[in-house]
């Protein structure tokens, strides 16, 4: 199996398209085309994770963190990120980063998160919007169908839970083929009228290309005529955060006794107890404090996040219970994540998760 059938699969669920504008996901060293000999699943693609690679002889680092963030204008080994990416170079080690675009889709990151901690009902904290796309073109009744089951092949006709919606409405079209043509039906120089279906469907923007290109597949006319339009519509399974329920209202120190276990929390730091159950549950793995508002908004209970600073937890206002659990431990269950993933994709490989505890922060008690 080459690496490429193992990004292929992996941009399936999250597409590189959803990866915030200052991310670096993607394949970072080695090449596509490379023959897989085994994949390490971690949370930083580190020097020690790297050797671990090497020792298990596995030669794809499948990491959440890029290990190459901002631009490298040298390559000398003078600090970590320079060790990591000439390690990999030397020893054949590919390594791929699944950032923020597997933070932005509900069963991805913070999908894992409201595992842990039981949550139903659970909604994107932040839609994305601007994602979502429309198709609309016109078909010969007759070939209603089988276009629109290409589409809806293609990915296109997702709305929340629903599949292969779509809209049809009949009218008459019309054409007068030219001389080189191979008209579907009617003659050349002649207008023609055709009994037409209008399509309409939507379809998340990175599919775009597959969509147009089964669309124009099933379709019998040489010219197909077709609309796309960029939809201001927020995407109800993408976007920032996390949104769930517990299902039944909980004292604020028993949650918070539950989140210490389920995460295997040293510490955590959070704004004053505040006297209310614990119901509605904002959450964000790694930094999330550009999500209080949106916690707020959304009327949760207790934002669960990391890398709060000091003037941040006042944005509580004293209506919302802030706890940042640290950024490691929040993202912690995204390798049995990754290794999940891949290990129901390709049951018969070799698909490991790390055993190098990469988090870079140790408390003192």
Request: charge should be neutral; proline fraction near 4%; glycine fraction near 8%.
């Given at each position: 199996?080459?690496?490429?059938?193992?990004?292929?699969?992996?941009?399936?669920?999250?597409?590189?398209?959803?990866?915030?504008?200052?991310?670096?996901?993607?394949?970072?060293?080695?090449?596509?085309?490379?023959?897989?000999?085994?994949?390490?699943?971690?949370?930083?693609?580190?020097?020690?994770?790297?050797?671990?690679?090497?020792?298990?002889?596995?030669?794809?680092?499948?990491?959440?963190?890029?290990?190459?963030?901002?631009?490298?204008?040298?390559?000398?080994?003078?600090?970590?990120?320079?060790?990591?990416?000439?390690?990999?170079?030397?020893?054949?080690?590919?390594?791929?980063?699944?950032?923020?675009?597997?933070?932005?889709?509900?069963?991805?990151?913070?999908?894992?998160?409201?595992?842990?901690?039981?949550?139903?009902?659970?909604?994107?904290?932040?839609?994305?919007?601007?994602?979502?796309?429309?198709?609309?073109?016109?078909v010969p009744i007759a070939f209603t169908e089988k276009l629109r089951q290409a589409i809806f092949n293609a990915g296109g006709g997702h709305i929340g839970n629903y599949s292969e919606c779509s809209f049809a409405m009949e009218g008459t079209g019309t054409y007068k083929a030219g001389e080189q043509t191979k008209p579907f039906a009617g003659e050349h120089d002649q207008l023609h009228f055709e009994p037409e279906n209008r399509i309409e469907i939507l379809f998340p923007a990175h599919l775009e290309s597959a969509v147009v290109r089964a669309m124009k597949e099933a379709h019998p006319y040489e010219e197909v005529a077709y609309d796309i339009i960029t939809l201001a519509n927020?995407?109800?399974?993408?976007?920032?955060?996390?949104?769930?329920?517990?299902?039944?209202?909980?004292?604020?120190?028993?949650?918070?006794?539950?989140?210490?276990?389920?995460?295997?929390?040293?510490?955590?730091?959070?704004?004053?107890?505040?006297?209310?159950?614990?119901?509605?549950?904002?959450?964000?793995?790694?930094?999330?404090?550009?999500?209080?508002?949106?916690?707020?908004?959304?009327?949760?209970?207790?934002?669960?996040?990391?890398?709060?600073?000091?003037?941040?937890f006042f944005d509580a206002e004293e209506r919302l219970l802030i706890c940042d659990i640290g950024h490691f431990e929040s993202e912690q269950f995204t390798i049995n994540l990754l290794t999940e993933i891949l290990q129901q994709k390709f049951p018969t490989f070799a698909v490991l998760k790390s055993d190098t505890k990469t988090n870079p922060i140790y408390y003192y008690f």
């Open positions: 199996m080459k690496i490429a059938a193992v990004i292929e699969h992996l941009e399936s669920l999250a597409p590189p398209s959803l990866q915030e504008n200052y991310d670096n996901a993607g394949l970072l060293t080695g090449s596509a085309n490379w023959e897989c000999t085994g994949i390490v699943c971690a949370l930083d693609s580190t020097e020690k994770v790297i050797e671990e690679a090497i020792q298990k002889k596995c030669n794809l680092v499948v990491a959440h963190h890029p290990i190459i963030f901002g631009g490298l204008k040298k390559i000398n080994g003078k600090n970590y990120v320079e060790r990591t990416v000439i390690k990999a170079i030397k020893n054949d080690i590919a390594i791929y980063a699944i950032h923020t675009n597997l933070d932005n889709v509900i069963e991805g990151v913070n999908g894992r998160m409201a595992d842990m901690l039981g949550l139903v009902n659970r909604s994107i904290l932040a839609p994305k919007v601007g994602i979502l796309k429309k198709l609309i073109t016109f927020s995407h109800p399974q993408v976007g920032s955060g996390l949104l769930g329920e517990v299902p039944l209202p909980v004292p604020e120190k028993e949650f918070l006794a539950v989140l210490k276990k389920q995460f295997g929390l040293e510490v955590m730091r959070h704004t004053a107890l505040r006297g209310q159950p614990i119901q509605k549950v904002a959450l964000c793995g790694g930094a999330g404090s550009f999500l209080i508002s949106r916690a707020l908004t959304a009327g949760a209970d207790i934002f669960v996040t990391a890398d709060m600073k000091y003037h941040e």
